[in-house]
């Protein structure tokens, strides 16, 4: 694993793209082997290459719980990169603040807004999956804004994603 991680910094761009894509699915499997190696994920975050992007942000994303602090105090770094970044990173960076926010309480106040923020702009057909990403997050406080963006939404959904965002507003009410 220190091999991977050290050749993501390899000169030949192919060779980073498969030790990262590597490390990503080791942090599917045990999340604790990669952990250590946050700091050269939040580096990637801000590369120019896009699968570099998007494939530490998968990365951040499974080791996120592991993380809290490191990835709290880089949190402008993943916001910047969800908002310039493709659909796969926007995805995997909501799922990652989420998940600091789900993981230390007094982190949620100050994440909390901006994964609401996102849940009222993305696009209608990112709704369902970014509001199951976000439900980590949600709790007593800030339940009711949550229902309510969700609820605000509804009107613009298929009948699919309607079924899936109302699954995630009932498990919110049982909170």
């Known amino acids: 694993i220190q091999i991977l991680a050290e050749n993501l910094w390899n000169k030949k761009a192919a060779i980073q793209s498969d030790c990262l894509k590597t490390l990503y699915e080791i942090g599917y499997l045990s999340p604790?082997?990669?952990?250590?190696?946050a700091n050269d994920f939040l580096k990637l975050i801000l590369n120019r290459n896009n699968r570099l992007v998007w494939g530490a942000m998968i990365a951040l994303s499974s080791i996120a719980p592991l993380a809290v602090d490191t990835l709290f105090a880089h949190r402008q770094s993943i916001?910047?990169?969800?908002?310039?970044?493709?659909?796969?990173?926007?995805?995997a960076g909501?799922?990652?603040?989420?998940?600091?926010?789900?993981?230390?309480?007094?982190?949620?106040?100050?994440?909390?807004?901006?994964?609401?923020?996102?849940?009222?702009n993305c696009r209608s057909k990112d709704v369902p999956q970014q509001c199951e990403q976000i439900l980590?997050?949600?709790?007593?406080?800030?339940?009711d804004a949550f229902v309510a963006v969700l609820e605000a939404r509804l009107p613009a959904l298929t009948p699919a994603g309607t079924?899936?965002?109302?699954k995630v507003m009932k498990a919110a009410a049982k909170m």
């Not at 604790?32 to 190696?37: D, K, T, Y």
């Not at 980590?136 to 800030?142: I, K, L, W």
């Not at 079924?163 to 109302?166: A, E, L």
Request: glycine share 2%; charged share 20%.
């Open 94 to 120: 909501i799922k990652t603040l989420a998940r600091v926010a789900a993981s230390k309480q007094e982190f949620n106040p100050e994440l909390f807004p901006y994964l609401l923020q996102h849940l009222q």
């Open 163 to 166: 079924k899936r965002v109302q």
């Open 32 to 37: 604790e082997l990669i952990a250590p190696f």
């Open 136 to 143: 980590t997050a949600v709790n007593p406080e800030n339940r």
């Open 79 to 91: 916001e910047k990169a969800i908002e310039s970044g493709s659909v796969i990173t926007v995805n």
